[in-house]
């Protein structure tokens, strides 16, 4: 197979790495600092996307519709929080899991309500269409590289945030031990409605920019969900850099899988065999992947040194 | 059992067999639907209580063994097998042998990983679902013969079918109950409660976790089996993850680690369910909030509500 195939199936899957990633920093935050499993996460990424979709087309213009939208996402996950999550802290994580599995039911009826079932279209802005030059006269879609830019900027200020300023100093005193930080005088609850607030931004601006990529629909949220899920296990939980790791290995394995599974297995086995086989083994990947780290290392690859 | 207990059974029981004369009195055969359908759940729910309730296995996967129980069925009618003896009988060992492989690596991991990778197995065998053409792909495939148990029983009568759902779920009902009093459901009790020290006193959680998650797989597999003569059509959707919060949310709703908690759960679920789509089609944002209350505020579910519950 050609090189340039292979590179743009690679850029292909970062690509889809960076978008994974976005939404894992925030349900690792989550789940590291205030031990909570937010199935409703995947709900922020589309509420996050509609509420774009419905900002940018009252604004009438691209970046502040998207600034808007985010915000939005950003209130909506606090008040989320303050209503529904907190009390959920101290419960076990069965009792978390199905509360916030009716935070799903709930929010994809909502987004049915108030913007049917169909499929949205989020339009890309003129100046994001076209293609980028990359070496040997092969072509990269621009708005998938600035994809690409926007994660990993977005990864490298995280980064900072946390390691380098109080900010983040208060968060990862708060994941190690909670009850020590609030007998210091710092308002730790007002701390995890913050820090749930940006991970809900983060999910949103995932779902932004998977918009034009993918549809903009109820249930989005769900199918990111899962794989989300199987990312920061593969890398760890509680632990952004594993998140990070985690989110690049899924996102290049699941799209070199779909994209070459077959052809490779066409060398193997008869054309129709790979036909039928190499599709279902290509959604299973991520799966068998994450099996076999868990069985490996059950802590993931980048256990959180946060504490637990 | 007290007296209060035995008058409860006796009522729910009265109920249940009185239901079939009654809808028909009053020709409304849908309830008869539903209530059949919410005592298949009902046998999903308690296996899941088995590992869930009394194994503290929170098992975010069980609906897989629902999909492998009606594709056993729906892959031998396919090929012209209508035995129900034999496809019954794939049904349950084939999610029985799918359960000992996803147990075998689930176990080793414990809180919510153990929880994400049940999930992640369940997806696994969601899409291999989908992605099989042969047997209907996405779409699903109708089953044009139900399963035939030499002609001892029709499952195309809906009365017969109801009675024999009504056994087999007191039977499963009674055998999780059984299991959990024995010797090994207590093994399995002192691990959810204390690990540690049910380690101490020389017991190894690992196998018995394990042969529990494989009984409540096979169960599982049997209420699959059932639940693909019930609507006559598998579909991968048998399988999806929603599915399989929902039935642990039965599990939940009717009181966890308690015997008529999954009876009582599936059959509130599924009435709720019912009562919120008649009423408008957009059901689920009242029911997801339903949800989210009921965690949070009703702890000790339905099942806690039994007279005499507490020294049940």
Known sequence: MPLTLVLEQLLNGVQFGVMLFLMAAGLTLVFGIMNLVNLAHGSLYMMGAYLTVAAVQWSGNYLAGVALGLFATLLLGMLVEVVALRTLYERDHLDQVLATFGLILFFNELAAIFWGRAALDLPRPDWLQGHIELFAASRYPLYRAVVIGVGLAVAAALWYVVTRTRLGMLVRAGASNRSMIAALGVNIRLLYTFVFGIGAALAGLAGVMAGPIYAVQPGMGELILIQVFVVIVIGGIGSIRGAFAGALIVGVVDTLGRAFLKPLLGTVLSPTAAEAAGPA??????????????????????????GQ | ?????????????????????????????????????????????????????????????????????????????????????????????????????????????????????????????????????????????????????????????????????????????????????????????????????????????????????????????????????????????????????????MV?????????????????????????????????????????????????????????????
């Open chain 2, 1 to 249: 059992m007290t007296r209060a207990r035995i008058a409860f059974w006796t009522v729910l029981v009265t109920l249940l067999v009185l239901l079939p004369p009654a809808a028909a009195a009053l020709q409304q055969p849908f309830y008869l639907d539903l209530v059949r359908k919410a005592m298949i759940f009902a046998i999903a729910a308690a296996s899941l209580n088995l590992i869930l309730g009394y194994g503290g296995l929170v098992s975010f996967g069980h609906a897989a063994y629902l999909g492998i129980g009606g594709y056993a069925v729906g892959v031998l009618a396919f090929y012209g097998t209508t035995s129900g003896w034999l496809q019954w009988g794939v049904a349950i060992g084939a999610s029985a042998l799918v359960a000992l492989a996803i147990g075998a690596v689930s176990i080793r991991t414990s809180g919510i990983y153990f929880i994400m990778i049940t999930l992640a197995f369940t997806q696994m065998l969601y899409y291999l679902g989908i992605s099989i053409e042969e047997y209907g792909g996405d779409d699903g495939m109708r089953i044009k013969t139900r399963s035939d148990f030499s002609g001892l029983i029709d499952l195309g009568d809906p009365v017969a079918f109801y009675y024999l759902a009504l056994v087999l779920m007191l039977a499963c009902l009674f055998l999780v109950h059984r299991i959990a009093n024995s010797r090994f459901g207590m093994v399995l009790r002192a691990a959810k409660s204390n690990e540690p020290r049910s380690r101490g006193i020389g017991y190894s959680p690992y196998a018995y976790r394990l042969v529990a998650f494989v009984i409540a797989g096979a169960m599982c597999g049997l209420a699959g089996a059932m639940f693909a003569n019930h609507t006559a059509y598998i579909t991968p959707e048998f399988m999806h993850w929603t599915r399989s919060g929902e039935i642990m949310f």
């Open chain 2, 252 to 312: 939940i709703l009717g009181g966890i680690a308690s015997t008529a908690g999954p009876l009582l759960g599936a059959l509130v679920l599924l009435v709720v369910e019912t009562l919120l789509a008649g009423w408008t089609e957009h059901w689920q944002a009242i029911l997801g909030p339903l949800l989210v209350l009921s965690v949070l505020f009703f702890r000790r579910g339905l099942a806690g509500m039994i007279p005499g519950s507490r020294d049940g």
């Open chain 1, 281 to 306: 083994l290509a959604s299973m990947l991520i799966y068998l992947l994450m099996a076999v780290v868990l069985a490996l290392r059950p802590e993931g690859l980048f256990p959180s040194r946060g």
